[in-house]
Nanobody, 119 residues
Framework: QVQLVESGGGLVQAGGSLRLSCTTSGSTSGINISGWYRQAPGKQRELVAS???????NYADSVKGRFTISRDNAENTVYLQMNSLKPEDTARYYC?????????????WGQGTQVTVSV
């Protein structure tokens, strides 16, 4: 099992910045991918950014150039640095951890953290 604890959400004005953190614990070794997803009211959950255990990153087009995902393997923590925030970034942000080894697969979610961007 893997446990995820998120922090760092809050209220910020448009143009501001926030950094989200997601700390994992439990059985986290092996090939994996960590990601941040978001879900706004009335909308489907969508991928914001992801990073593999090897460091390869992927971003939604809507956040490219503004958000940066990174990971600190020693601290088992994944970060999402969000700059130049827009009101349309308002959503609940969820941390996701996927174990990809064929003999040890699993998908885990955090409880989410709210990000609200005011005009």
């Amino acid at each position: 099992q893997v446990q995820l604890v998120e922090s760092g959400g809050g209220l910020v004005q448009a143009g501001g910045s926030l950094r989200l953190s997601c700390t994992t614990s439990g059985s986290t070794s092996g090939i994996n991918i960590s990601g941040w997803y978001r879900q706004a009211p009335g909308k489907q959950r969508e991928l914001v950014a992801s990073i593999t255990s090897g460091g390869t990153t992927n971003y939604a087009d809507s956040v490219k150039g503004r958000f940066t995902i990174s990971r600190d393997n020693a601290e088992n923590t994944v970060y999402l640095q969000m700059n130049s925030l827009k009101p349309e970034d308002t959503a609940r942000y969820y941390c996701n951890f996927q174990k990809l080894a064929p003999w040890d697969r699993g998908t885990y979610w955090g409880q989410g953290t709210q990000v609200t961007v005011s005009v």
